[in-house]
C-alpha cells in the first residue's frame, strides 16, 4: 500500500488486543466485484473491510472505540466519507468469532448511517468526517 498505515490497533496498555483493516476503497479491488458491496454512488471512500478482536476482549465494547480510531485515521489523511460492510444479525444469536466484517451496532454506536442494503443482513454503512 505504498507504506501507507493499512488500518489501526486498539491495546489494552501494551497489549494489541484488536485491529481495524480501513484504506481508499480503490485498494480492495474486491468490493467493486460484489454486487451487495457494489458501490453506492461515486464518491470517494475510505473503506473498513475487516476486523480481529482477541477472544478474551470479545462482547466487550472495543469495536465501538476502534471504529472512531478508524475514522480519526482517515480524517488525518484526508478521507472526507468512511465506509463499512457490517453483518447485520437482527435479533438471532450470532457467534462473534464471524463478526470479522463488524457488526452493524457497534457502527451505529460509532454514529455510522446506513446509506443502502441489498442484501437482509448486509447494510453498507457511512459516516461523513468534516
Known sequence: MGGEVPGVLAYDGRRPI????LAPRAAYP???NSRILAPVDDQ????ISCFYVQ???RRSGVTVPL?????AHAKQRGGGVVE???IDP???PFPSAFAWTGLASAFRKAGFKEVARRSATRPIM???IA
Open 67 to 71: 471504529l472512531r480510531a478508524a475514522v
Open 84 to 86: 463499512g460492510y457490517p
Open 90 to 92: 437482527g435479533p438471532s
Open 44 to 47: 470517494p471512500v475510505w473503506s
Open 126 to 128: 457511512r459516516i461523513r
Open 18 to 21: 484488536a485491529w481495524c483493516a
Open 30 to 32: 474486491g468490493l467493486a
Open 55 to 57: 477472544r478474551d476482549y
